[in-house]
């Protein structure tokens, strides 16, 4: 029917910063500590309720190596939302998503709508990239932020919901 909506979304982040855990926690409910790491990118697809319309997720997830950067394109181009999701312990994949913001303002969809996602909110103690750090610089740039744990389920279904909400409506 009209109220129901294709939408192409795709992670972007840095390797082992928890893409794959969020879209397995999405789409099976479930969490494992030893995720393989992604080779080239992996296809899942989710359905979501959204007021009175439906919203099929269509999901790359991407490998997020410096070595597979040249095939991003193909998964960030005609995608309606992306998740550029950064490890809240280590300001180094913190800088690496304000890259991908980056390269999706300049080649991405300009409609695009765009999340944060501070991944590993569980591990606290080890937290090196302050919250409110992301939350200003999200803001700066028109994204949608919130800290998530594919561990333990904190914020992941919430974020594809807000996404979902966003996505303009035919
Ligand atoms: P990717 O390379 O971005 O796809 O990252 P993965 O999903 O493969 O996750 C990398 C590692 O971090 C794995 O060992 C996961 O179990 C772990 N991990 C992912 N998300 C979380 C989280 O929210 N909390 C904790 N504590 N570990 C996580
Ligand atoms: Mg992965």
């Known amino acids: 029917g009209h109220n129901n909506l294709n939408?192409?979304?795709?992670?972007?982040?840095?390797?082992?910063?928890?893409?794959?855990?969020?879209?397995?926690?999405?789409?099976?409910?479930q969490f494992l500590e030893f995720q393989e790491?992604?080779?080239?990118?992996?296809?899942?697809?989710?359905?979501?309720?959204?007021?009175?319309a439906t919203v099929k997720f269509e999901i790359w997830d991407t490998a997020g190596q410096e070595r597979y950067h040249s095939l991003a394109p193909m998964y960030y181009r005609g995608a309606a939302?992306?998740?550029?999701?950064?490890?809240?312990?280590?300001?180094?994949?913190?800088?690496?998503?304000?890259k991908?913001?980056?390269?999706?303002?300049?080649?991405?969809?300009?409609?695009?709508v765009m999340a944060l996602a501070g991944n590993k909110a569980d591990l606290e103690e080890r937290r090196c990239v302050p919250a409110?750090?992301?939350?200003?610089?999200?803001e700066e740039n028109g994204l949608f932020f919130v800290e998530t744990s594919a561990k333990t389920a904190q914020n992941?279904?919430?974020?594809?919901?807000?996404i979902a909400k966003k996505l303009p409506r035919a």
């Open 7 to 29: 939408a192409k979304l795709v992670l972007l982040g840095d390797m082992g910063a928890g893409k794959s855990s969020l879209v397995l926690r999405f789409v099976k409910g």
């Open 37 to 52: 790491s992604t080779i080239g990118a992996a296809f899942f697809s989710q359905t979501l309720a959204v007021n009175d």
């Open 81 to 98: 939302a992306a998740i550029i999701v950064y490890d809240i312990t280590s300001a180094e994949s913190f800088a690496r998503a304000k």
């Open 100 to 112: 991908w913001v980056q390269e999706l303002q300049k080649q991405g969809n300009p409609n695009m």
């Open 132 to 138: 409110e750090d992301a939350r200003a610089y999200a």
């Open 156 to 162: 992941v279904n919430e974020i594809f919901y807000e």
